[in-house]
T-cell receptor
Framework: KAGVTQTPRYLIKTRGQQVTLSCSPI?????VSWYQQTPGQGLQFLFE???????NKGNFPGRFSGRQFSNSRSEMNVSTLELGDSALYLC????????????FGEGSRLTVL | AQSVTQLDSHVSVSEGTPVLLRCNYS??????LFWYVQHPNKGLQLLLK??????LVKGINGFEAEFKKSETSFHLTKPSAHMSDAAEYFC?????????????FGTGTRLQVTL
C-alpha cells in the first residue's frame, strides 16, 4: 500500500509569492491534516479535512488555506509569503474514527528568501 | 484543556544501554497517547499508542511505554539502544471533546546514540 505522498519535496520562493503544496493520502483514508514544523515553534497544527470539509483549524493567519478533493487528496496554499513561513510542511492521513493514529508524508520543505 | 510535556529536549545514551524518554500529560478527558519518531528529513512514524486498553504498550523496534494515570506519565523505554534509534521522538495526546479530536504534540526529545 502506497504511503502518504507530498509534492514538491523542496521548493524555494521569495517574499510576497504564493505556494501550493499537495498531499495524496493513503488509499481509503478520508482524513487529512497539515502541520508546520520549525526549529523554534516545533510542530504546529494547521488544519484538518474530512470528506472535503474543514473539521479543525489551528491558529494561523488567513494567508494559510487548504482544501480537500473528492478523492481525498488535499492541497494547502500560503499566499503573500513571509520569511517566517520557511518550514517543513507535513501532511498526515488517518482512518476515520482512529484519531491520533496518523500516517505522515515526508514533508515539503519550503524556503522563503 | 490538554497539554503534554517532554521533560528532556536531548538525551544521549551509549549503544546497547537502556533508553528512557519522559513524557507527562494533562487532560480534562480520558486521553489517548502516542509516541512518534522522526528521522532526519523524514516525516513522523507512529511507534506505539495507548487507547485505554493495556497500560503497558509495546511498539515497533523494541520500544514500549507504560501509561501511569496516577503520575500522568507515558514514558518511552527500550532495553538496548541501537545506532538506528537516533532520531527525534514526539509524545502526543489526543482527546475527543465530543465534537472533534484534538491532538497536542510535545516539543520533542532528540535521542543521540553513541558508540
Amino acid at each position: 500500500k502506497a504511503g502518504v505522498t507530498q509534492t514538491p519535496r523542496y521548493l524555494i520562493k521569495t517574499r510576497g509569492q504564493q505556494v501550493t503544496l499537495s498531499c495524496s493520502p493513503i488509499s481509503g483514508h478520508r482524513s487529512v491534516s497539515w502541520y508546520q514544523q520549525t526549529p523554534g515553534q516545533g510542530l504546529q497544527f494547521l488544519f484538518e479535512y474530512f470528506s472535503e470539509t474543514q473539521r479543525n483549524k489551528g491558529n494561523f493567519p488567513g494567508r494559510f488555506s487548504g482544501r480537500q478533493f473528492s478523492n481525498s487528496r488535499s492541497e494547502m496554499n500560503v499566499s503573500t509569503l513571509e520569511l517566517g513561513d520557511s518550514a517543513l510542511y507535513l501532511c498526515a492521513s488517518s482512518l476515520a474514527g482512529v484519531p491520533g493514529e496518523l500516517f505522515f508524508g515526508e514533508g515539503s520543505r519550503l524556503t522563503v528568501l | 484543556a490538554q497539554s503534554v510535556t517532554q521533560l528532556d529536549s536531548h538525551v544521549s545514551v551509549s549503544e546497547g544501554t537502556p533508553v528512557l524518554l519522559r513524557c507527562n500529560y494533562s487532560s480534562s478527558y480520558s486521553p489517548s497517547l502516542f509516541w512518534y519518531v522522526q528521522h532526519p528529513n523524514k516525516g513522523l512514524q507512529l511507534l506505539l499508542k495507548y487507547t485505554s486498553a493495556a497500560t503497558l504498550v509495546k511498539g515497533i523496534n523494541g520500544f514500549e511505554a507504560e501509561f501511569k494515570k496516577s503520575e500522568t506519565s507515558f514514558h518511552l523505554t527500550k532495553p538496548s539502544a541501537h545506532m538506528s534509534d537516533a532520531a527525534e521522538y514526539f509524545c502526543v495526546v489526543s482527546v475527543y471533546t465530543g465534537t472533534a479530536s484534538k491532538l497536542t504534540f510535545g516539543t520533542g526529545t532528540r535521542l543521540q546514540v553513541t558508540l
